[in-house]
T-cell receptor, first 114, second 112 residues
Framework: QQQVKQSPQSLIVQKGGISIINCAYE??????FPWYQQFPGKGPALLIA?????SEKKEGRFTISFNKSAKQFSLHIMDSQPGDSATYFC?????????????FGRGTQLTVWP | ETGVTQSPTHLIKTRGQQVTLRCSSQ?????VSWYQQALGQGPQFIFQ???????GRGNFPPRFSGLQFPNYSSELNVNALELDDSALYLC???????????FGSGTRLTVV
């Protein structure tokens, strides 16, 4: 059973546009929601993370929006650039159980056209 | 540049063989997790070690085992390799205390 559902599977955006990736979860025990960026041949790199006590977190061009009641969270990439082309994974974790086990979504392959 | 180093980067093994993958974490990172990432999928949690003891395991059979050493290095061992074990194996470490995980670049294992 997929603990974290991610959409869309792929996304094509023009340079300067906004990229939006959505995730949903079921387990209300989750209290840590990171987003990872992965380039081919590399491991995932932490982009930004949020905890459920806030509804939004912004770091540069990257923003996480979190809706606790709907059990959904999303990543917004403003002013998307060709260098942002990568696979993005949302994840969720319950720090109270196995310290830091993360459940990942299936990933979104983002392509930003110049 | 990531502080987590994995070796080897690529590996080809025959079905039924055994393999050992290695990870060197950042100094002070006493928590290490191993993940399996199949092609086109998100990483799947295999297990986690904290201060050299396993303290969490995902849905992987016992032929997946691990070790963590005092020098912040760790190993993932897989016995009786199956074709479906072909994947990218990722090591991730953390200093705990709510800090995020840093992933290595992974070992690409191909079982033929």
């Amino acid at each position: 059973q997929q603990q974290v559902k991610q959409s869309p599977q792929s996304l094509i955006v023009q340079k300067g546009g906004i990229s939006i990736i959505n995730c949903a979860y079921e387990n209300t025990a989750f209290d840590y929601f990171p987003w990872y960026q992965q380039f081919p041949g590399k491991g995932p790199a932490l982009l930004i993370a949020i905890r459920p006590d806030v509804s939004e977190k912004k770091e540069g061009r990257f923003t996480i929006s979190f809706n606790k009641s709907a059990k959904q969270f999303s990543l917004h990439i403003m002013d998307s650039q060709p260098g942002d082309s990568a696979t993005y994974f949302c994840a969720a974790g319950d720090r109270g159980s196995t310290l830091g086990r993360l459940y990942f979504g299936r990933g979104t392959q983002l392509t930003v056209w110049p | 540049e990531t502080g987590v180093t994995q070796s080897p980067t690529h590996l080809i093994k025959t079905r039924g063989q055994q393999v050992t993958l290695r990870c060197s974490s950042q100094s002070g990172h006493n928590t290490v997790s191993w993940y399996q990432q199949a092609l086109g999928q998100g990483p799947q949690f295999i297990f986690q070690y904290y201060r050299e003891e396993e303290n969490g395991r995902g849905n992987f059979p016992p032929r997946f085992s691990g070790l963590q050493f005092p020098n912040y290095s760790s190993e993932l061992n897989v016995n009786a390799l199956e074709l479906d074990d072909s994947a990218l194996y990722l090591c991730a470490s953390s200093s705990g205390g709510g800090q995020g995980y840093t992933f290595g670049s992974g070992t690409r294992l191909t079982v033929v």
